[in-house]
T-cell receptor, first 113, second 113 residues
């Protein structure tokens, strides 16, 4: 899987939007962009994923650059429960065999009340 | 109902012992995984099983052996435990390979003394 680059940490205030950036300049055409998060003392949790178009779900939005070399996870209204480590992961979507996810260091999101 | 469950939650044992960690998923998924999260919080794939067949096996010592009695279970057996095996072990599952979402268990915290 191609490499991603994320800031080590970010801080935001409760009830404000949060934009978490991710750079993936070596992304290939078949790589899907996945976001997972890990709350303290819990297993990773799926947040959202996309290929080319922007995506929305009940948890977040994913904005993908036109050249696909970067993406941004958007939490529209952060709560204290959103404090976690957020991982941006590229995952080969071509099928043909099961594959594990390659986790980087992620971004530690701190939410201030 | 818990989608992916692991037992035990905590495991403290002596060097040289043999131990097993159990994982069960009730999602009807075809693929299951084991990940290791070390003290520096890096998450790394260890194994994956697809329809009871080992698909990948990263550079993991052969002291670690996954065993899948059926599609819903993937247990991790560890022989001759070493201090460096201390970590949090996460089980995960996904419906199919490729771009499918992975669902993680709560983790098993292993401490080898």
């Amino acid at each position: 899987d191609a490499k991603t680059t994320q800031p080590n940490s970010m801080e935001s205030n409760e009830e404000e939007p949060v934009h978490l950036p991710c750079n993936h300049s070596t992304i290939s055409g078949t790589d899907y962009i996945h976001w997972y998060r890990q709350l303290p003392s819990q297993g990773p949790e799926y947040v959202i994923h996309g290929l080319t178009s922007n995506v929305n779900n009940r948890m977040a939005s994913l904005a993908i650059a036109e050249d696909r070399k970067s993406s941004t996870l958007i939490l529209h209204r952060a709560t204290l429960r959103d404090a976690a480590v957020y991982y941006c992961i590229l995952h080969f979507g071509g099928g043909g065999g099961a594959d594990g996810l390659t986790f980087g260091k992620g971004t530690h999101l701190i939410i201030q009340p | 109902d818990t989608a992916v469950s692991q037992t035990p939650k905590y495991l403290v044992t002596q060097m040289g012992n043999d131990k097993s960690i159990k994982c069960e998923q009730n999602l009807g998924h075809d693929t299951m995984y084991w990940y290791k999260q070390d003290s520096k919080k890096f998450l790394k794939i260890m194994f994956s099983y697809n329809n009871k067949e080992l698909i990948i096996n990263e550079t993991v010592p052969n002291r670690f052996s996954p065993k899948s009695p059926d599609k819903a279970h993937l247990n991790l057996h560890i022989n001759s435990l070493e201090l460096g095996d201390s970590a949090v072990y996460f089980c995960a599952s996904s419906h199919r390979q490729g771009e499918e979402t992975q669902y993680f268990g709560p983790g098993t915290r292993l401490l080898v003394l």
